[in-house]
């Protein structure tokens, strides 16, 4: 390793907690590169993956946060918080291992710098103070997520790494969205409806254009039926804001439907990714 990506390693490791730093040198220890072997254990088109997927998590901490100042499902909620951080912090350790010699390293870096801004405010407890500040740090490091994934896609040139992509973003519209209603019933953020419409139907044409693709599996064409049922409930429960009638059922609809609308594009992208590498 030259003494750049030295540097580098060593600043994304210093912003992570102590118990994190300590099982990140010993993962790295671990899977050490031997004589002839390959620099990192995550495979590139898993790395398109997991590099899409920071950007949702860190939408879904925060919806997470506000829906316990909202008091929406607290015993719920909290869990998905704490997932939410433990998870962005894995894949930022393997994005950084992933990234060494390569020039994503140095995206990785500004995005774990952000994110160290934004994970000390997610270990707070919410408040309308915090929240404010949590939407700041969060329009920061969104874009940083955004540029280290696309960097990554640059890199590996590969046409199944668009697919994957794409399959993922599906991730990041439906946590957008829950992120968005969330933050406007809290009154963190003011406006219409329009940027929430406009992620509706990105999903719509994203769905529509994957199953235009001819080579995908029977189970990724059975999980986008199963999405798309899911799509409608969670644009019933969106919608009841822009109809002034949002309420806490409406709340918890869009909380657990963001939640399982993540789990099944989750399971689906991993699905393409698996088809793509065989």
């Known amino acids: 390793m030259n003494r750049r990506n030295l540097l580098i390693g060593t600043a994304c490791l210093s912003l992570l907690p102590m118990a994190s730093r300590s099982s990140l040198i010993h993962a790295q220890s671990k899977s050490a590169p031997k004589k002839g072997a390959s620099a ?85 407890a919410p408040s309308p103070e915090g929240a404010a500040a949590l939407s700041a740090a969060l329009e920061k490091v969104i874009p940083l997520c955004t540029d280290a994934h696309d960097q990554i896609v640059k890199e590996l040139a590969n046409p199944a790494a668009d697919t994957i992509r794409r399959s993922g973003r599906q991730r990041f519209l439906s946590q957008r969205a829950a992120q968005l209603f969330m933050f406007r019933e809290w009154g963190v953020i003011r406006g219409d409806f329009k940027d929430i419409d406009a992620l509706i139907a990105e999903s719509r044409k994203i769905r529509d254009d994957l199953r235009r693709i001819p080579d995908f599996s029977t189970e990724v064409r059975r999980a986008l039926d199963l999405a798309e049922g899911q799509w409608v409930f969670f644009d019933e429960a969106l919608r009841a804001q822009q109809r002034g009638k949002a309420d806490d059922i409406s709340r918890r609809n869009v909380a657990t439907t963001s939640e399982r609308l993540l789990e099944i594009f989750d399971n689906l992208t991993l699905q393409v990714v698996a088809q793509y590498e065989s």
Do not use: C, H
């Open 40 to 124: 990192s254990l995550m495979k590139p088109l898993m790395a398109v993956n997991i590099s899409g997927k920071q950007r949702t998590l860190a939408l879904r901490a925060a919806r997470a946060y506000s829906q316990l100042g909202l008091g929406v499902l607290p015993q719920r909620s909290s869990p998905v918080l704490q997932d939410s951080i433990a998870s962005f912090d894995d894949g930022l350790r393997g994005l950084a291992d992933f990234g060494r010699g390569k020039a994503s390293a140095a995206f990785v870096l500004r995005q774990a710098e952000g994110w160290a801004g934004l994970r000390e405010i997610l270990r707070e």
